[in-house]
């Protein structure tokens, strides 16, 4: 249990706390000087042009309008409200940033990635287009100017409370309430865009709070989006090397890994049993929730196994420096796992047009039923005899082959 904690927690920090720490750390210890300084004034344009550029490259769209965003806020604070009038009009800017940025981030940590120049991509850069033109209406016109300075002064809870923050309440209540949401989110499915924009928003809230319009509140923004850059790295990495289905690795990493596994090892190839007339007779979506269920079982195999998605309805463990017949213990304990695990069919309706445009609803299929899902398992060891990667699969293959053809739901070990 505490290493899972530990884990959970190093998922959580890692990178993003990291790089924020860091970050701090270099710039509150002491003002840098001379050559210091002038990288620490580049590294903001550094930081936004590298990670939109990646972020384009890559095609993640939630992360490029992140860091759009995001070095949209900095500059703004940065070269706008200096050059502009008043202090009211410099509070006016400054709240707004800080009542819109953690809209923006919550929002893209629910939007699906739809690409940059497509019509979703558009729209969004449309959006965008609309907040800046609505803090222009407000700069530039009286009657808003008040409207909008009461409503984001506005007092939720008494100002004692909010003094330590030079944020007003209502975007103070913005920040806490997004970065719960975010968090809570991130526990749930820590994948490196909610990650990044979590890490994003915390740097965003320091930067604010740091002044908003100077070099140290700009360097924690460019921090920000530095984390978010790392996270589009990540993003690409785990699309070559995991499963997006089942978030298994993928048959790339287990290629990986036979190079780096050593001399002595088994491979463990596993197959769902009956998996085409399953799909043909309840559904893909069901048949995707068996490969979902089944790789959950997977990550939990004992003996030291590391599960891999191979591909179709196969998946793949390797055992380090263990024989088969070491690792079969494992595999039938995981074997009995997936038999003994009660999978519901979930409720379908199907909709039918009649003539007219009226919908007919038709009888729901399968409610509530519950089916028997198993696995067939072969496996074959590598006890230094030189064999490569290949042949040991090919001998688990064979074995595979041998338990489907003894009744399935079994597992074989390759002679």
């Known amino acids: 249990m ?7 927690v190093y998922r959580l920090i890692v990178p993003g706390g990291l790089v924020l720490l860091v970050s701090a750390l270099a710039m509150e210890s002491h003002m840098p000087q001379g050559v210091a300084a002038s ?3 580049y590294y903001p344009y550094i930081i936004f042009g590298v990670g939109l550029l990646l972020s384009a490259l890559f095609n993640c769209s939630r992360l490029f309008f992140a860091l759009l965003v995001v070095a949209m806020a900095d500059r703004a604070l940065l070269w706008l409200v200096p050059r502009l009038g008043t202090e009211g009009i410099h509070r006016i800017i400054f709240d707004a940033i800080a009542l819109l940025l953690p809209l923006n981030l919550l929002a893209f940590s629910f939007m699906r990635d739809r690409g940059i120049v497509s019509p979703p991509g558009r729209r969004r850069v449309a959006f965008i287009a609309a907040q800046v033109v609505f803090v222009g209406l407000i700069v530039l016109v009286q009657p808003l100017q008040v409207r909008a300075a009461g409503l984001m002064h506005g007092e939720i809870i008494p100002k004692g409370y909010s003094e330590w923050s030079r944020l007003s309440q209502p975007a103070l209540f913005v920040f806490v309430l997004a970065g719960i949401v975010m968090l809570v989110y991130l526990l749930d499915r820590r994948r490196p865009v909610e990650s990044g924009l979590f890490w994003a928003l915390v740097t965003a809230f320091i930067a604010l709070n740091a002044g908003g319009a100077s070099h140290l509140s700009s360097v924690y923004f460019a921090s920000g989006g530095l984390i978010l850059g790392i996270a589009v790295l990540e993003t690409s990495y785990t699309m070559a090397f995991h499963d997006e289905l089942t978030q298994l ?3 790339r990493a287990l290629n990986q890994a036979l190079l780096k596994v050593g001399d002595a090892y088994t491979v463990a190839m596993i197959d769902v049993d009956h998996f ?3 799909n043909d007779t309840y559904g893909h979506e069901t048949g995707d929730q068996v490969l ?5 079982r997977l990550e939990g195999v004992t003996g030291g196994g590391k599960a891999f998605r191979y591909g179709g309805e196969e998946f793949a463990v390797i055992f380090a420096n263990k024989s088969s017949d070491e690792a079969y213990s494992s595999l039938e304990t995981l074997r009995k796992k997936i038999e003994s695990t009660p999978f519901k069919i979930r409720d379908v309706e199907r909709r039918e047009r ?6 007919k609803r038709a009888p729901r299929m399968h409610a509530k039923k519950r089916v028997r899902v198993t696995v067939s398992i072969g496996a074959a060891s590598c006890d230094g005899d030189g064999r490569v990667a290949d042949d040991v699969i090919q001998s688990a293959d064979k074995a595979l082959y041998r338990a489907k053809s003894s009744g399935r739901n079994c597992t074989v070990v390759s002679g």
Request: no cysteine; aromatic share 12%.
């Open 2 to 8: 505490g290493a899972k904690v530990l884990r959970a």
């Open 39 to 41: 990288f620490w004034h």
């Open 249 to 251: 690795p993928s048959r």
């Open 276 to 278: 085409k007339q399953f």
């Open 292 to 296: 979902r269920m089944i790789a959950s």
């Open 354 to 359: 009649r003539k007219g445009g009226k919908k």
